[in-house]
Nanobody, 119 residues
């Protein structure tokens, strides 16, 4: 079992930046994919991006968000720049054996951290 805990959410103005962190309770399997998803009120959970040897991003965040991973310290990061009100959501960290954009392919999930972009 792997526990994931996100942190770093908050309230930021449009155009601002935030950095989210995700720590895993134990070393995730070397070939596991780690990903970020988000869910806005009244909407389905949405893929943001993933890291597994390389990165992949949803079109909606490409060029603004950057994912990095510190495998030694079991950390995953999401650097978010040029934030927009439509980025407001609960952001979740996830881990699973497949590099996928589908939430159902991820076995382990964090509790989420709220990001609110508002003036």
């Amino acid at each position: 079992q792997v526990e994931l805990v996100e942190s770093g959410g908050g309230v930021v103005q449009p155009g601002g930046s935030l950095r989210l962190s995700c720590v895993a309770s134990r070393r995730t399997l070397r070939n596991y994919s780690m990903a970020w998803f988000r869910q806005a009120p009244g909407k389905e959970r949405e893929y943001v991006g993933r890291w597994q040897w390389s990165t992949d991003y949803a079109d909606s965040v490409k060029g603004r968000f950057t994912i990095s991973r510190d495998t030694f310290n079991n950390m995953l990061y999401l650097e978010m720049n040029s934030l927009k009100p439509e980025d407001t959501a609960i952001y979740y960290c996830a881990s699973g054996p497949r590099a996928s954009r589908q939430a159902e392919n991820y076995n382990f999930w964090g509790q989420g951290t709220q990001v609110t972009v508002s003036s």
